[in-house]
């Protein structure tokens, strides 16, 4: 098992910037990928920006430049900055991971709210 713990959302005004981290815990050598999504009201849970199998980076087109995943293994901590958010960034974010059985783990959820 695998628990993953978000924290770091919040309000914020729009151009402003965010960190999100997400603390994995448990069986965590068995984790494969790890990334974030998120979910905003009426919509679909989307891919915001995730490590593949094979260390790379993808990013969803609509947050490219403007946010950064990073991680600390030191830590076992996933982090997404986000610069110049949007009032559309506004949603929950999920950090996800993906153990080597393709099982999928999700923390609670961080609401990230931006005004305009």
């Known amino acids: 098992q695998v628990q993953l713990v978000e924290s770091g959302g919040g309000l914020v005004q729009a151009g402003g910037s965010l960190r999100l981290s997400c603390a994995a815990s448990g069986s965590i050598f068995g984790v494969r990928t790890m990334g974030w999504y998120r979910q905003a009201p009426g919509k679909q849970r989307e891919l915001v920006a995730a490590f593949t199998s094979g260390g790379r980076k993808n990013y969803a087109d609509s947050v490219k430049g403007r946010f950064t995943i990073s991680r600390d293994n030191a830590k076992n901590t996933v982090y997404l900055q986000m610069n110049s958010l949007k009032p559309e960034d506004t949603a929950v974010y999920y950090c996800?991971?993906?153990?080597?059985?393709?099982?999928?783990?999700w923390g609670q959820g961080t609401q990230v709210t931006v005004s305009s």
């Open positions: 996800n991971g993906v153990d080597n059985y393709g099982r999928d783990y």
